[in-house]
């Protein structure tokens, strides 16, 4: 697997689980997306610009299936997830020398929980979903994953 020396585009997104549909979603002149998963929990893809990147796109279809599959993880190990967890992805598009690449840079916010416990779901929602599966050993993937 090859890691990126330049990136060239990057798309970013924030995705929470929002439980109160009435809330402020984004600002003006930006586009908020309502994702599904196949739990049927919609999750929130908030405030991308006007016009998503195709990196931007893949983030946000990666965040809800993500998502949703850290909320699998965390009940097989029967533990319960905070309300304000919350999944960023960063997806790149890079050289390294003339060859282009993918990579993503994932932060996993899960306040509360034990940083050992933390990290073990969000590993263990990578081996759940299937876009983390898609491109396991094809693209590098960095994981931070945040408890405070």
Known sequence: MTTIEKVIFSG???TVVN???GVQRGDHGVVDIKLSAP???NHEFIAAEPHPT???LFAGAWSACYISALGIAASLKKVTLPPD???DIQ???GQTGPAWFLGAQFTVRIPGLAQ???EAIARSAHQICPYSKAVHGNID???NVITV
């Open 39 to 41: 739990a049927g929990v």
């Open 91 to 93: 997806v790149d598009v």
């Open 116 to 118: 050992d416990v933390a």
């Open 54 to 56: 195709a990196e931007q």
């Open 141 to 143: 993937v960095a994981l």
């Open 85 to 87: 967890h919350s999944v």
């Open 12 to 14: 970013k997104t924030h």
């Open 19 to 21: 439980r109160d549909p």
